[in-house]
């Protein structure tokens, strides 16, 4: 097995490039090299992925529990409905930010 030097992923002997970041193992001479450098790098894309991911999901749950569109009735607290009208938009559309940036950020 090829261990990848960058992300430390195995992968089978006859493996020119890793299967888990997509830098190639072998330079022509067929030596193994350190990888494809990376400014941010796929594991902390998957990292913010999966926190964007968490934000929207937090974001919808406050949608729906604070925002009375179930058969419970609304939360109407002042202070609170002041919260989730800032809150929300932050959760949701910071997540999806952030989650599309973490696509965008493994190849960067």
């Known amino acids: 097995m090829k261990i990848c ?7 089978y002997d006859t493996a020119k490039v890793c299967r888990k970041c997509d830098s190639s193992l072998e330079t022509q001479s067929g030596t193994v090299y350190q990888g494809k450098s990376y400014w941010i790098g796929p594991d902390k894309a998957k ?31 002042p202070i609170l409905v002041t919260m989730r009208t800032y809150l ?21």
Do not use: Q, T
Not at 5 to 11: A, D, K, L
Not at 48 to 71: A, C, D, E, Q, T
Not at 103 to 108: C, D, E, G, Q
């Open 5 to 11: 030097p960058y992300c430390g992923y195995s992968n």
């Open 47 to 77: 990292h913010m992925r999966s926190r964007g991911l968490s934000l929207v999901v937090l974001g919808l749950l406050v949608k729906v529990y604070w925002g009375g569109y179930g058969p419970w009735s609304p939360i109407d607290f």
């Open 88 to 108: 929300e938009p932050i959760l949701l559309y910071g997540g999806a930010l952030l989650y599309v940036f973490g696509w965008i950020a493994r190849a960067i």
